[in-house]
């Protein structure tokens, strides 16, 4: 490794309005000692997660690793390596360290795993548009988010099957909405089927709607391929998926057809983009997701960067959210360096979630931004009274602050004890809480309630 920065900026042109060209230089985290030996990741992405958890970029199956325990970031100073609080640690020639810029040489022990890190000779030339800070609603003027929307640009013309990969939060529906608004399909509809949030038994229906002859609507029910005829079908968390569904949804894509109740099928004109937080090549490897579907679904491929690797976005993203929001506050210098300087675990949702608190809190002229980011977030523990995750963060605070955080608190708590009653029934949760289904969508996603981690609180754990 080098003490020079390993992603090479070459612009060729700079000329206003037209395309600046940038060299992106590849890159190889590998497994040189351990259960894993051999095992590797090459990548252009600024960001490698390294664990046994299968959403990692490089899964190990290293025992003495954790679930999420380190990640090695590219930036213009060099490599950075940051252990996720991992319960053996990350050594580096034999000393612990928590964080740390790689140097020539170094070697990286986690458990009983050493990692190599090898920048790559090659360079990929990308072409991005000169000024260019947004697609849609996504924002960012970073270089990397520049050849994002470029790849997205691309692809929104070639009218292909798309996987948007990126953790939770990143922006992923609006991503895939920007491509839809930017396609061929854009005057179609776009539809939305959340797979982390329907059951096995529903699924198909959903999905392909009840069997019903070819030329009689009265006698079934549409699905969602059909309802998004001539637009854009969007799986979000397509990795969440009932293994038993797969080769179903595969035979779709391939014959482009919905089978009827008399052998008949209904054509479809749809366009799929699917997104995913799960490292899906891993969960084909492990069998938990059909490789031939993968593959359909994976024709072009692009990965959201969390917000932690793209800081310097954070003062116009953190504008642009105000904006519309309609808040017409003012963000000042030492907020907006104090916002630079967080991790934000829950990317740019979590941004948007604190900005939102912070215009409900305006009037009470206290607004402070540290009480919302200083606490680290807590995954919802529906076996846990309100108050026991309350008490600790509400001293100090004013009444109007301490009743906005006892609020946010109490909807986490509702929504994962009546999902937990209910069997995680979305109906009969619709019925229990009295929300129509879409605002019960709403509020779940803003919570950060997912069913899959309510169903399986051992699978939160690192």
Not at 33 to 52: E, H, N, Y
Not at 198 to 217: C, N, P, V, W, Y
Not at 344 to 358: A, D, K, Q, S
Not at 416 to 433: C, H, I
Request: glycine share 8%; with cysteine.
């Amino acid at each position: 490794m080098s003490d020079k920065p390993e992603v090479t900026q070459s612009v060729m042109t700079e000329t206003e309005g037209r395309p600046v060209r940038i060299q992106v230089r590849e890159w190889t985290v590998e497994v040189s000692a351990g259960p894993d030996k051999g095992k590797k990741i090459t990548t252009q992405d600024s960001l490698v997660r390294v664990g046994s958890d299968s959403a990692s970029d490089l899964v190990l199956t290293d025992p003495t690793v954790s679930r999420r325990h380190l990640e090695i970031e590219r930036t213009a100073k060099g490599l950075l390596l940051r252990d996720l609080g991992s319960r053996n640690g990350t050594y580096l020639d034999g000393r612990q360290v928590i964080q740390v810029v790689l140097q020539s040489g170094d070697k990286v022990q986690l458990g009983k795993t050493k990692l190599s890190i090898k920048p790559d000779t090659r360079t990929t030339e990308v072409e991005v548009p000169s000024g260019a800070d947004a697609f849609g609603s996504l924002v960012g003027a970073s270089e990397r988010m520049r050849i994002l929307f470029s790849d997205l640009r691309r692809i929104a013309r070639e009218d292909m099957n798309l996987l948007i990969e990126g953790e939770t939060g990143t922006g992923k529906e609006l991503a895939a909405r920007a491509v839809h608004q930017h396609s061929a399909r854009r005057h179609g509809p776009f539809k939305v089927v959340d797979c982390n949030l329907i059951t096995e038994e529903k699924a198909e229906r959903e999905l392909f709607g009840s069997m019903r002859a070819a030329d009689d609507e009265e006698k079934g029910v549409r699905g969602v391929f059909e309802a998004a005829q001539g637009g854009t079908l969007f799986l979000d968390e397509v990795g969440e998926l009932p293994l038993a569904l797969q080769p179903k949804l595969l035979r779709v894509l391939e014959t482009r057809e919905v089978p009827t109740l008399n052998g008949g099928a209904v054509p479809v004109n749809v366009r799929v983009i699917a997104s995913t937080h799960r490292n899906l090549e891993e969960d084909v490897r492990q069998g938990r997701f059909r490789a031939d579907l993968y593959f359909r679904l994976a024709v072009a491929r692009v990965r959201l960067p969390p917000l932690r690797t793209r800081r310097d976005d954070i003062p116009v993203l953190a504008h642009s959210l105000l904006q519309a929001l309609k808040a017409n506050f003012e963000l000042t210098s030492q907020t907006l360096a104090l916002f630079e300087g967080y991790d934000w675990p829950g990317n740019v949702r979590e941004l948007r979630n604190v900005l939102e608190r912070g215009a409900l809190m305006q009037e009470t002229g206290n607004t402070s931004w540290l009480d919302f980011m200083a606490q680290p977030q807590q995954k919802p523990d529906a076996s846990a009274a309100p108050h026991t995750s309350v008490g600790a963060l509400v001293v100090g605070m004013n009444y109007h602050e301490a009743k906005d955080r006892v609020l946010a608190d109490f909807e986490r708590f509702y929504f994962a004890e009546v999902m937990k009653e209910v069997g995680f029934d979305m109906k009969a949760a619709e019925q229990r809480t009295g929300l129509s289904m879409q605002s019960l969508y709403r509020l779940l996603k803003k919570n950060g309630l997912r069913l899959k981690d309510l169903k399986n609180a051992e699978g939160l754990e690192k």
